[in-house]
C-alpha cells in the first residue's frame, strides 16, 4: 500500500504534483478527455509501478503525454501530414501514433512502449495537465487512471475509489469536460488509420488537413491497439444495448429525458452527443453501484446515434457490453 496525497488544483497542487513526478512519483491528474495515471517515462521503475497501479499487461502501450510539439519532436519522427495534424489538434484530444527518433538524447523505457518502435504521442489541453506538463522535465506517460479493464474515471472520487494506495498523489481537478478518451490516429507516411475514435472525427480530421480523409484512410486489419480488444471499459452489472424500454430488473441510462417511473439517470435531458460523452463514465460508475444496492439485473442503454462523438460513445458502450467472463 503506498499513502495517498490528495491535491488541489490550485497552483500548489500543480507545483507539488510535478514535483513528485520529476522525483519518479505517480500522480492521477485530469486531462480534457479522461484522469490520467502519470509517471515518469524515462524511469523504468516509474513506468513499471504504473502497470502494476492498474493491473496492466506489458504488452498495452502507453500513451506519452508532453507539454507541446517542440518536446514531441525529441521523441518521434514528425512528417508533413504529422506536423499540419499538429497545427490544427494540438493542444487538444488527438494522440498521434508515430515513429519513434531514436537518434534523440530523451529515452523513453522500452516498456512504456511495450517494445514499440513507435510512440502515441498527446499533448493534452487541459490547463492543469499543461502546468503540470510544463513542469516536468521528462516526457510522462499516462493512461488512463482505472484498474484495467474496467471504466474510465472523468470525476475525482470515481478515481480515488480506485487509485487510492496505489499511487503517490491524486489531484481533485473537477470532472473532465470531454469524457471520452482521446482519438488515436497512427500517421505512417501519407497513411492515416483511425485506431481509437474520439471527440475529435474523421470528418474534422479531414477539414484540419484541407483534404478527403477517405484518400489517405487506410483500415488496419490486426489490432496494433490494444485498447481495440472487444472487451474493455467494463462496469461490474452487465450491460444491455439499444434498448428502448428496459425489463423490471433493470436500470436504464437513457438518452433524453428519463421516462416517468423508469429507475435510472439520463447522459442528456437534451439528447446533446458531447453532455452525454462528459457524462458517460459517471453515468456508469453510478449506475453500477445503484445497480449493487437495487440488485438490478442489468444497465439497459437506450441508443445512442452514431455520429459526430457518439461513434465513440458507441464504441465504448460495445466494448463494455463485451466483458469476458
Ligand atoms: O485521452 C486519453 O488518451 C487518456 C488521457 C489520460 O490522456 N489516456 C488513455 O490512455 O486513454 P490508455 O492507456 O487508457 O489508452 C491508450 C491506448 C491503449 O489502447 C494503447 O494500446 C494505445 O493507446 N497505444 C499506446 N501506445 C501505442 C502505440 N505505440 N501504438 C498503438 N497503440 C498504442
Ligand atoms: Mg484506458
Redesign the pocket.
Known amino acids: 500500500m503506498t499513502s495517498t496525497e490528495i491535491l488541489s488544483g490550485s497552483k500548489s497542487g500543480i507545483l507539488r504534483a510535478a514535483r513528485i513526478l520529476n522525483d519518479g512519483g505517480l500522480v492521477a491528474f485530469p486531462t480534457e478527455t479522461v484522469y490520467g495515471l502519470g509517471g515518469d517515462a524515462t524511469k523504468h521503475e516509474t513506468v513499471n509501478r504504473i502497470y502494476t497501479a492498474k493491473g496492466r499487461p506489458e504488452n498495452n502501450p502507453l500513451i506519452i503525454h508532453v507539454y507541446d510539439e517542440k518536446r514531441a519532436r525529441e521523441l518521434v519522427k514528425m512528417n508533413l501530414l504529422a506536423e499540419s495534424l499538429a497545427n490544427s489538434f494540438w493542444p487538444g484530444p488527438l494522440t498521434m501514433v508515430l515513429k519513434q527518433d531514436f537518434s534523440g538524447k530523451l529515452k523513453i523505457a522500452e516498456t512504456a512502449v511495450s517494445q514499440l518502435e513507435t510512440i502515441a504521442i498527446r499533448v493534452p489541453a487541459h490547463p492543469v495537465a499543461r502546468e503540470i506538463l510544463r513542469l516536468c522535465k521528462n516526457p510522462i506517460a499516462a493512461?488512463?487512471a482505472?484498474m484495467s479493464g474496467k471504466l474510465?474515471t472523468t470525476r475525482f472520487e470515481d478515481v480515488q475509489a480506485c487509485m487510492s494506495g496505489r499511487v503517490d498523489a491524486i489531484m481533485d481537478g473537477g470532472p473532465c469536460p470531454i469524457g471520452v478518451?482521446s482519438t488515436i490516429i497512427k500517421v505512417q507516411d501519407e497513411i492515416i488509420s483511425i485506431l481509437r475514435p474520439g471527440t475529435i472525427t474523421e470528418e474534422q480530421i479531414s477539414s484540419g488537413l484541407g483534404q478527403s480523409f477517405s484518400e489517405k484512410k487506410k483500415t488496419e486489419k490486426k489490432i496494433s491497439s490494444p485498447?481495440q480488444f472487444k472487451s474493455h471499459y467494463c462496469p461490474k452489472t452487465p450491460i444491455r444495448l439499444n434498448i428502448i424500454h428496459p425489463r423490471a430488473d433493470e436500470l436504464l441510462l437513457a438518452f433524453g429525458p428519463l421516462p416517468a417511473g423508469v429507475k435510472g439517470l439520463s447522459l442528456s435531458e437534451i439528447s446533446d452527443p458531447h453532455e452525454a460523452a462528459m457524462n458517460l463514465y459517471s453515468s456508469l460508475a453510478d449506475l453500477d453501484e445503484l445497480a449493487r444496492i437495487t440488485k438490478s439485473s442489468a444497465i439497459a442503454i437506450q441508443p445512442i446515434p452514431k455520429i459526430g462523438v457518439g461513434i465513440a460513445i458507441n464504441d465504448r458502450l460495445r466494448r463494455a457490453a463485451n466483458r469476458l467472463q
Open positions: 493512461p488512463s482505472n474510465s478518451e485498447g
